[in-house]
């Protein structure tokens, strides 16, 4: 919700506006989780930077580690919401934030994928997701003069989907409920229940 201004005598209409700022500008994330994009001049953009160091540090003990309940607790750590004991991750992951990421129940992540989630991924529940899987929510502008800007858009995985190894999701991508993403497929449009989809990019192949 904006903030109501109701100046009194007391408070200048300059100060009312930076009131105004102060409250549409709250916490970059809830804006990048919100689709708002991102200029590289924007005043809160280093902590995009400062998270993602933040995480690194995380990561490197949770892809150093073979034990499974020890991964799912850095894991944790780093979405900032509690895994449930039916996630397996093979490690190593790799995640440039964490706190938009949202895994449902019996997920299975298989090694080496990557997950940038400033746009925000959510996993729903008994998802399967082969080695070397992309999910990518965040992308910039085609023109070289605003080529720096940042544009989030989240990427939805529904429940008992399956995404093929070597598979990239671009971002603001749906993948339907019980789909299936074929090994290397690029997946640029939402992807319909039940259905199968492979090539570059993805196409239908056919429903099952």
Not at 19 to 45: H, Q, T, W, Y
Not at 46 to 60: D, G
Not at 108 to 128: K, M, P, Q
Not at 147 to 164: Q, V, Y
Request: proline share 6%.
């Amino acid at each position: 919700m904006r903030y109501k201004c109701n100046k009194t005598p007391f408070e200048s209409l300059y100060l009312c506006a930076i009131k105004i700022i102060r409250m549409d500008k709250v916490d970059i994330f809830n804006r990048l989780r919100n689709g708002e994009i991102i200029s590289p001049d924007d005043p809160e953009a280093y902590k995009m930077r400062e998270e993602s160091f933040a995480t690194k540090k995380l990561l490197a003990q949770m892809n150093n580690t073979p034990d499974p309940d020890e991964i799912r607790n850095l894991l944790s750590q780093i979405t900032g919401s509690e895994m449930d004991q039916s996630v397996v991750v093979f490690t190593p992951l790799y995640i440039n934030y964490g706190k938009h990421t949202k895994i449902g129940r019996n997920v299975f992540i298989n090694f080496d994928c990557v997950f940038l989630d400033l746009g925000g991924i959510t996993i729903e529940d008994n998802v399967f997701i082969a080695p070397k899987v992309s999910l990518l929510t965040e992308e910039h502008p085609t023109s070289p003069e605003h080529r720096h800007s940042l544009i989030p858009k989240a990427i939805h995985i529904k429940k008992n989907a399956w995404i093929g190894a070597n598979a990239t999701i671009l971002p603001g991508v749906t993948i339907g409920e019980n789909a299936v993403v074929a090994a290397g497929a690029v997946v640029s449009k939402d992807v319909a229940d039940n259905t199968i989809v492979g090539g570059i990019p993805a196409k239908f192949i056919k429903n099952i």
